[in-house]
């Protein structure tokens, strides 16, 4: 697998997760990496996405601003999405993805992309 996601689960609403994206076949600092959701029924939407290199720049989808947090840590080949007051509708299956050269919301800009792994927020 190029990438593997981790951290997901079982959460209250208003409580924390934070999920892990770790790269195993290419070098990270090269990538943009975006963060994404999928619920039942629904089409997979940007949440998050972090510029290459240093990942100076940041996008977050208006649900999740203010609550969400995207950082990367190229020495260890891995980027986090810490996730904070969390709400029902958050429920979904969250996926990383690498890209060189993005638009944060394009999913067909991505060439890489993770398994998934499933968060779930009950009320």
């Known amino acids: 697998l190029d990438f593997v996601e981790s951290g997901g689960g079982s959460v209250q609403a208003g409580g924390s997760l934070r999920l892990s994206c770790a790269a195993s076949?290419?070098?990270?600092?090269?990538?943009?990496i975006g963060w994404f959701r999928q619920a039942p029924g629904k089409e997979r939407e940007a949440v998050s996405c972090?510029?290459?290199?240093?990942?100076?720049?940041?996008y977050y989808a208006d649900s999740v601003s203010g609550r969400f947090a995207i950082s990367r840590d190229n020495a260890k080949k891995t980027v986090y999405l810490q996730m904070t007051n969390m709400k029902p509708e958050g429920t979904a299956v969250y996926y990383c993805a690498a890209g060189r050269t993005v638009e944060a919301t394009i999913l067909l800009d991505y060439e890489y992309w993770g398994q998934g792994t499933q968060v779930t927020v009950s009320s």
């Open positions: 972090i510029s290459s290199d240093d990942g100076s720049s940041t």
């Open positions: 076949a290419f070098t990270l600092d090269d990538y943009a």
